[in-house]
């Protein structure tokens, strides 16, 4: 059956308010949709239906179909708890960062799609990485291809909602996340990690810290292998020892080099539809660069961009896609002088 079957069949049921056949439909739809590759599609319309699902089921059992839910106050404090859910289309390919990194990247990703090899061996799977380095270098962007390349949906933490002013709150919040990620077998990303996960005598509120980073430790040590937790930080050194340990994978990110940024102009500029106006100005507003992110520069070179077309449409001169060096340039020089504030 086609996709346009489907839907059609989804709008007969749906007015006709059948909602066994509706559910039986959706899912065909989810099945049709990964075996034709769009995965992303299947995805948000399995995220769909289990949201759906919890917000229309009322205390105790409800029987959808073929299957049994219940419902829980708890399914509603988690949806608090996150600041979004999504499915992500990224891949390598957009990522610009240290080979090694990839490489480490590359392998976590293969980890899981040859899962079931590992465990005929009785080999664990990696699922808990800690992203790591200054900010604005690619620590949630390479989240993103994580769970572009795994085809996994990806629940952002809310840090905020999570932790508590109340005693032992905060602790319950994680566990209610981390049961929600091993119901669902999706990605959890948490940024701004060291928050919760500070060394326990760094901070004056030892006690309540040493209970959120012994729950984190213990949801750790219970997570099933199909779950994964991403954990990002610009502040390693913060974070309690033991939970360094539990980390399958701990990836650092560095500011980009000369050739890194090249590629990252290239990256910006794939489409081909821009070109420098002064191509031999370019090296040097790459060396102009160092010490900059990622972020940084690549903001920079979006902004010359618009700046350039702005100041063609005002002088009414014909429009062309040549980007300004020369406002480039004093972009750059901007933002370094902000930052070093």
Request: hydrophobic letters at 40%.
């Given at each position: ?255 980009p080099t000369a050739k890194q940024i090249q590629e990252l102009i290239a990256l910006t500029l794939k ?71």
């Amino acid at each position: 059956m086609s996709q346009f079957s489907y839907i059609k069949e989804i709008a007969k049921y749906g007015l006709e308010n059948d909602q066994e056949k509706l559910l039986a439909v959706l899912n065909e739809l989810i099945e049709h949709s990964k075996k034709n590759k769009k995965i992303n599609f299947a995805l948000q319309l399995q995220s769909i239906l289990k949201d759906t699902i919890r917000q229309h089921q009322t205390n105790g059992l409800t029987k959808v179909g073929s299957e049994t839910y219940i419902q829980r106050a708890e399914d509603r404090e988690v949806d608090e708890l996150i600041l979004e859910k999504l499915t992500s289309d990224y891949s390598f390919e957009n990522l610009v960062c240290d080979s090694k990194v990839k490489e480490d990247l590359a392998y976590f990703i293969k980890e899981h799609q040859t899962a079931d090899l590992l465990r005929k061996y009785n080999l664990p799977i990696a699922n808990k990485v800690l992203l790591h380095g200054p900010s604005g270098c690619g620590k949630t962007l390479a989240s993103y291809v994580l769970a572009g390349e795994l085809q996994k949906m990806m629940v952002v933490v809310n840090l905020g909602a999570i932790v508590s002013a109340k005693l032992g709150e905060t602790s319950k919040n994680l566990a209610k996340l981390f049961r929600r990620a091993a119901t669902e077998e999706c990605i959890i990303l948490i940024d701004e990690f060291d928050s919760l996960g500070k060394v326990r005598d760094y901070s004056q509120d030892h006690g309540e810290m040493k209970r959120v980073v012994n729950t984190i430790l213990q949801l750790f040590d219970y997570l099933p292998q199909n779950s994964i937790i991403i954990a990002a930080t610009n502040q390693k050194e913060m974070i309690d020892e033991a939970l360094l340990r539990r980390f399958d994978l701990s990836v650092k990110f560095e500011l980009p080099t000369a050739k890194q940024i090249q590629e990252l102009i290239a990256l910006t500029l794939k489409n081909g539809e821009f070109t420098f106006d002064t191509k031999n100005k370019v090296a040097e507003i790459v060396k102009l660069s160092n010490g900059l992110s990622y972020y940084s520069i690549q903001k920079t070179l979006i902004t010359a961009i618009k700046r350039s077309i702005f100041n063609q449409v005002e002088k009414v001169i014909p429009l062309t896609t040549k980007i300004s060096t020369s406002t480039w340039k004093e972009l750059i020089l901007e933002e370094k002088k902000s930052l070093a504030k």
